[in-house]
């Protein structure tokens, strides 16, 4: 009965191993919007800041490039301010350097994977008030065909990530009471107020305890000082309105070797991962081949020594080609080593 279990492993040994096809989904939903028109005194204007790079632990990783996750993290604010901008129901949508401009919701974020193969990035919507309105993880796994056919799809590979959070706040959105919206507008407004005159504006808003804002008044609308104000805030939605224009060219201007670094470096990724598969299992198998061969090598049977010696000889074969593998591995990682690196020289005088 040992001799069989020995033969058994043996011929495991002998066997390639198995292999594993990952299938990826790229499925964008359909865009959601409100269905009827909103009131101009519920109409909320978004603002998409500059998403966290996600580069704090970039020393102790190969795969993270400094200049090109900076780069990102416009791009992909873009294009979400973009996609919300697509759905019609909400006011100006911007995006931002941080998070002192006032504005009605606010999208911050960090990216979390960008390797053109996976996008995974942190999300989080509040409401002026301080309301959370999502925080979240959204990822998706791309394939070579959404690269094949971008040109003609007219479409980021990831849009399915903007298109998931751009359907999320619209959802949010239409769960809120009109008066809901108002009080959002509201506070916006104070908040803006209160960053110019503090002492004139201080009692109009109310913070609890949680650090939600709440508007206890609002000025008069002759108020000369709100009127000022208001001007001030006329000027300042312009000049953030003029940034779009340079988020917009750099964006372009990035993204033909951005396409080209993200749709390398997702073929690159595939093969590097199937190679260290491959070369994992051709370890163990040769590894368990070689111990089972070794072990039917001592056995007073013929027959099982013969098929130790077969399995020691299988075992070598595999453990040496798993080396090789692994060898041929590395070659992958390297290249994905000088696909960033390239990227960086492109991209660092435009970041």
């Known amino acids: 009965m040992i001799n069989r279990w020995i033969t058994l492993l043996i011929l495991v040994g002998i066997c390639s191993g198995c292999v594993t096809k990952n299938v990826s989904s790229n499925n964008v ?11 101009n005194t519920e109409i909320l204007d978004v603002s998409v800041i500059v998403l966290q790079p996600g580069i704090s632990d970039v020393e102790t990783s190969d795969s993270v490039f400094p200049e090109i996750r900076r780069a990102e993290a416009t791009y992909i604010a873009l294009q979400l301010s ?11 949508t911007r995006v931002v350097p941080d ?3 006032a504005s009605d919701l606010t999208i911050s974020g960090k990216i979390l994977v960008s390797n053109g193969e996976t996008l995974a990035i942190e999300i989080t919507a509040k409401d002026s008030r301080g309301r959370v309105w999502l925080k979240d993880e959204y990822s998706d796994t791309t394939n070579d065909l959404v690269y094949q056919h971008k040109e003609r799809l007219k479409r980021d590979p990831f849009q399915k990530i903007y298109r998931d959070i751009a359907n999320d706040l619209i959802s949010k959105f239409k769960r809120l009471e009109s008066g809901e919206r108002q009080a959002i507008r509201n506070v916006t407004k104070l908040i803006f107020a209160r960053s110019f005159a503090p002492e004139a504006y201080r009692d109009y808003l109310s913070e609890d305890g949680d650090g939600f804002l709440t508007a206890e008044k609002l000025p008069a609308r002759n108020d000369p000082m709100i009127k000022r104000i208001s001007a001030i805030q006329v000027r300042h939605d312009v000049f953030v309105d003029t940034l779009q224009g340079h988020y917009e060219n750099f964006s372009q201007q990035m993204e033909a070797p951005y396409d080209q670094w993200r749709r390398l470096s997702h073929d690159e990724t595939v093969e590097l991962r199937k190679l260290e598969q491959k070369a994992k299992t051709q370890l163990i198998v040769g590894s368990v081949s070689l111990l089972a061969g070794l072990a039917a090598a001592t056995s007073d ?9 077969v399995g020691i000889a299988a075992g070598g ?4 080609e798993g080396l090789l593998t692994r060898a041929e591995a590395q070659i992958h990682s390297s290249k994905l080593q000088e696909l960033g690196r ?6 660092t005088p435009q970041v």
């Open 99 to 101: 998070a002192s401009h």
């Open 82 to 92: 973009n996609e919300l901008d697509d759905q019609g129901v909400w006011g100006a």
């Open 301 to 309: 049977d013929r027959d099982t020594r013969l098929a130790g010696a």
């Open 342 to 347: 390239s990227l960086e020289a492109d991209i």
């Open 317 to 320: 074969n595999q453990i040496k």
């Open 29 to 39: 939903p359909i865009l959601e919007t409100y269905g009827e028109s909103v009131p």
